[in-house]
């Protein structure tokens, strides 16, 4: 029987899903950068720990929980970058970055953030009811938590673009 279920499936059951993404924690609040593989997440959660203190907690994974609120946690799985506390956090934001030669932010809403979450989150295609239990927690994270598509350099240049955003939405 188990090896026919997933970790994701079961999560699922208790409000919650995995986004690739690496998570820091900034100012009690957690930020998920989220993107494919290679984009810069971890780039850009090591640059915020370097240039503004910020804790990262994983650098591949969260698991976010839908329940008392929005909140991201830690889980026991880190990918390449060796990085994994086992944590809890209100979800602050969510960036879905992108590489750029210029630095370029603005918020998503509606569908297009709708969209950009799902592209990074770990769902069965073939499995409807499933897919049905993700849409519904994302529209219920999108009521709180703002999403942002976030063109970066590599660069400290990039920390004071996506604070300054994070300042003025209400964020930090």
């Not at 993404?21 to 971890?42: D, E, H, R, W």
Request: charged share 15%.
């Amino acid at each position: 029987m188990w090896s026919s279920i997933s970790l994701a499936q079961l999560l699922l059951a208790h409000n919650a899903f995995f986004i690739h993404s690496s998570f820091i924690s900034v100012n009690g609040k957690a930020i998920l950068f989220s993107a494919p593989c290679g984009t810069g997440k971890s780039t850009q959660a090591a640059l915020w720990e370097k240039h503004r203190g910020a804790e990262v907690i994983n650098g591949d994974k969260a698991g976010i929980l839908v329940e008392n609120g929005v909140h991201a946690c830690g889980v026991p799985f880190c990918g390449t970058s060796g990085i994994c506390k086992n944590r809890v956090l209100p979800l602050g934001a969510i960036i879905l970055l992108g590489q750029s030669t210029e630095n370029k932010i603005s918020r998503l809403t509606g569908i297009k953030a709708l969209q950009g979450i799902l592209q990074n989150v770990y769902l069965d295609l073939l499995a409807p009811n499933e897919q049905m239990m993700i849409f519904d927690l994302l529209i219920k994270l999108l009521e709180t938590v703002p999403v942002y598509s976030f063109e970066c350099t590599p660069d400290e240049k990039a920390v004071d673009t996506l604070e300054t955003a994070l300042i003025d939405g209400g964020v930090l």
